[in-house]
């Protein structure tokens, strides 16, 4: 275990959902830019940003300050925000990363299955077991600025710096599919699973990296026989409506995207985050499962050309990273990854299921690990 120090994000209580639902409970992402980190909750349709508030004495990297950037005041959301939170549509956003001025989020782009609940009748469950359903916000893809002024980062829907004029976008699609979906329900090898609920290694997105003009898409779901798969696409903007992409035909036979499949040992990937022209893999459960959790390094990853097969012998581990055990069993789920302090030679990982051992509830507060990386 390479683990070297800890993050202590601490959040403003005005900003949960609830007292029950609160931000730190559960981050599904996470980005570091300059000296400000952000964090999604995947139950949520906004941003958190925390400023780093150096390193105490105790070794700890302290995070605060905390502002809230609601997603509808920079993209159009296929169902807003409603006055009752109670009602929202979570964009279930499971990437982010910063890349040439813009952070980039993904929403997973799945369905889901309602769970069973033990004080429910058998007839009861038996219905939920059997409804299956998508909430209008998950098919995003989007881009939006990030301004710096007096080195403090903050979203903005468009705006100009460093002599470069930038805009918010996203992909196109709407409450029941993104251009993505569309394409890939030709697909040989994906088109089955679109319909398949993604905690049943139906499809779904949970990570995401921007190298230059591509884009890596991770997929948790599904692992066929094994093979765990990145989406590679390349995007366009419409050139009648600024706010909106489209995708690149780069792919074989005018395909908009690449597919590489790895054989990670029957994990799906929780997250991506290059380094350099490596790509690191969180590869984790793709069922509803816990552990193992991997950090897998692809070498040359982010430069790949065409589509791709990749072997286990291509595929060096970098670390085993915790999870929930023993009383902590079916908490602690790494979820986000990011590269930490200078020259990357660090991870910071986020937890989504955070045990109580991460929470502080007087501060509403939850921990975070970095761990150093190799080389």
């Not at 499971?94 to 033990?118: C, F, M, N, V």
Request: charged share 30%; hydrophobic share 35%; net charge negative.
């Amino acid at each position: 275990m390479n683990k070297i120090e800890t993050a202590l994000l601490g959040f403003k209580q005005k900003f949960n959902l609830s007292d029950e639902k609160r931000i730190c409970d559960g981050l599904s992402g996470v980005v570091s830019i300059g000296n400000t980190l952000w964090v999604v909750n995947d139950e949520m349709t906004s941003l958190e940003r925390l400023k780093c508030q150096g390193k105490w004495g105790d070794g700890t990297y302290r995070y605060g300050d905390h502002e809230q950037f609601e997603l509808d005041k920079y993209i159009n959301l296929p169902a807003p925000s409603p006055s009752n939170p109670e009602d929202i549509q979570e964009a279930d956003i499971e990437g982010l990363d910063y890349s040439d001025g813009y952070l980039w989020l993904i929403g997973s782009h799945s369905l889901k299955r309602t769970k069973p609940k033990q004080e429910k009748s058998n007839k009861d469950n038996f219905e939920r077991l059997a409804k299956v359903s998508a909430d209008a916000n998950r098919f995003l893809l989007a881009r939006i600025p990030v301004m710096a002024e007096n080195g403090i980062y903050a979203l903005e829907r468009e705006g100009e710096q460093d002599g470069k004029r930038r805009t918010a976008a996203q992909l196109h699609g709407d409450d029941k599919s993104s251009e993505l979906t569309v394409a890939l329900a030709q697909d040989e090898h994906l088109q089955a699973f679109l319909s398949i609920p993604s905690k049943d290694n139906g499809f779904d997105i949970e990570g995401v990296a921007v190298v230059g003009d591509r884009i890596f898409i991770g997929l948790r779901g599904p692992v066929l026989r094994g093979w765990a798969v990145i989406l590679e696409i390349e995007l366009k903007e419409d050139e009648d409506k600024a706010s909106t992409m489209k995708l690149k035909k780069i792919g074989p036979d005018d395909r908009p995207y690449h597919k590489h499949f790895l054989a990670l040992g029957g994990l799906g990937i929780r997250d991506l985050c290059a380094r350099g022209s490596d790509l690191l893999i969180l590869a984790g459960p793709t069922m509803d499962l816990d552990g193992p959790v991997t950090l897998i390094n692809w070498p040359g990853g982010t430069q790949p050309e065409g589509d791709s097969l990749v072997f286990v012998d291509q595929l060096p581990i970098v670390m085993e990273v915790p999870y929930g055990r023993g009383k902590n069993k079916g908490m602690d789920h790494a979820e986000g990854i990011t590269l930490f302090g200078e020259n990357a030679h660090s991870v910071l990982i986020v937890y989504d299921a955070a045990s109580k051992d991460r929470q502080n509830n007087e501060d509403n507060s939850v921990t975070a690990d970095i761990f150093e990386l190799p080389g």
